[in-house]
């Protein structure tokens, strides 16, 4: 029986540090010249070469002011400040590459479904059908007050406006043009058929939508939805909608039974549990030998800085962690309920694993938190294999560290082991990226909730 391909997105965002923070600081990394757009295009053709399935685009609004209550760590580190739109890089690479997908991170509580709708319909079609939608909903403060909101709205609530937002996008992708809407005929003067453009009428708790899709149907119709939330209600929200769930875990156990939980909810949900796609997020330092892997990793690390990614996980918890003595065993402040990522407050406040400011700082000695793989090709290739075999995970989003230096050995020195094994493909599909990511038709499967908004319920 044929082993089950490894699926892999490159992790980036349009910044300078991203995830392993102060590795701009290293005499090799290119990431200050993220607003170049040759940084970008050159990116896109390296993971081509590679054959990566995606580029996954993180991005944020707001900035990271709760460590210190300040922006000046964030700043002086560049702590994902000054980032860049993610859309907009988009169609560049999309011209100079054939297969790559792109996987763009869009905020959904501060964008109107209108408008984004269309922006996706845009990218799907300039892509040819390669363009999938990160969904989030926000979790800082600071991007509450710069969008006008006193505070956060409500974790649970961010997802239940998140539900009706997806309601009125599926609306707009899936029902308001038919298939065959567009005739593009010339002699009878006809380019679009108005019996087949249907108006859309939503009127919801959080939305009012009445209008027509200002786009025509594009290659995929709905975007590849990708979605990261690992909370019990993130959870809920995933199974309805995500097609490829992002997990970021330090544990083997702790991933199996989130990959076990959301695909026996799928199952329970009607939907085929093979029909979500799991990547977890991965960091890969890898030499020709051993002891040159060792010998880069411990080279990152002595640019790496520990107190900025401390910056940035105490954004993401809410928590500011310069307050807490380093041996302190870490609580919520006064109980609280964080407004934050439930899961990352959870994570080091369960009262049972001990952690610890210190313990903190020693894990993001690279300036990050993802689990981190060092080792020569065949020791990568083996921690990859067991981390797919052991938790059921269906691909990676790989980090950078330093750029693009991390994408190009890990390209020329892994990809081919991968391959070797037969765990890698050796060519891409033909076809979007749905169709790539899961052999099967462009458009949302018919037991996608999507789907069900097609022309009958669009109206």
């Known amino acids: 029986m044929s082993k089950k391909k490894i699926l892999l997105n490159a ?8 995830i392993n923070h102060g590795l701009w600081t290293h005499p090799r990394d290119q990431s200050k010249d993220y607003r170049k757009l040759s940084y ?14 995606g580029l996954f685009i993180a991005d944020i609004v707001g900035v990271y002011d709760v460590y210190q209550e300040s922006v000046d760590l964030t700043l002086k580190e560049s702590v994902q400040l000054p980032v860049n739109d993610p859309l907009m890089l988009v169609s560049a690479m999309a011209a100079v590459t ?5 996987g763009v991170t869009v905020n959904l509580t501060y964008e109107a479904p209108y408008l984004l709708a269309r922006r996706f319909s845009t990218l799907d079609h300039l892509t040819e059908g390669r363009i999938g939608w990160n969904i989030v909903t926000g979790y800082l403060d600071s991007a509450a007050r710069a969008m006008g909101l006193t505070e956060q709205i409500a974790h649970d609530e961010r997802y239940d406006r998140a539900d009706e937002y997806l309601d009125v996008t599926y609306k707009l992708w899936e029902g308001s043009w038919e298939d065959d809407a567009v005739l593009r005929d010339r002699n009878a003067r006809v380019f679009a058929d108005p019996q087949k453009v249907h108006k859309v009428s939503h009127r919801g708790r959080y939305y009012s939508v009445e209008g027509y899709h200002l786009s ?19 959870q809920a929200f995933a199974i309805r909608h995500a097609e490829c769930v992002f997990v970021s875990s330090q544990s083997k156990e702790g991933t199996r039974k989130l990959v076990d939980a959301l695909r026996k909810q799928a199952a329970e949900a009607g939907r085929d549990p093979a029909d979500l796609k799991v990547f977890m997020g991965i960091t890969v330092v890898v030499g020709r030998t051993t002891a040159e892997a060792e010998e880069k990793f411990a080279e990152y690390a002595s640019h ?11 954004a993401g918890s809410g928590i500011d962690y310069s307050k807490f003595d380093l041996d302190d065993e870490l609580e919520p402040p006064g109980g609280h309920k964080s407004r934050g990522i439930e899961s990352s407050v959870q994570r080091v406040t369960d009262g049972k694993s001990g952690w610890t400011v210190r313990r903190l700082l020693d894990q993001l000695k690279l300036g990050g938190r ?30 950078r560290t330093v750029t693009p230096e991390s994408y190009e050995d890990f390209i020329d020195l892994v990809i081919p082991e991968l391959q070797a094994r037969g ?4 060519a891409y599909a033909d076809g979007t990226l749905r169709e790539k990511l899961f052999n099967r038709g462009a458009k949302l499967p ?8 097609r022309r009958k319920n669009a109206v």
């Open 304 to 314: 790496a800085s520990a107190e900025a990614g401390l910056t940035h996980f105490a």
């Open 98 to 102: 054939q297969h790559l997908g792109f």
């Open 423 to 426: 765990v890698y493909k050796t």
């Open 40 to 53: 970008w295009t050159d990116l896109a053709k390296l993971l081509e070469r590679g054959l990566f399935d």
């Open 11 to 18: 992790f980036n965002m349009n910044c300078v540090g991203h």
């Open 370 to 399: 993802f689990t981190t793989i060092v080792g020569d090709p065949v020791q990568v290739a083996d921690a990859l294999e067991s981390w797919m075999d052991e938790t059921g995970v269906d691909g990676f989003n790989l980090t």
């Open 446 to 453: 018919d037991e996608h909730t999507g789907a069900s908004f």
């Open 216 to 234: 025509e149907p594009s290659p995929q119709r709905t975007p590849v939805l990708f979605q990261a939330g690992s909370s019990g209600r993130g």
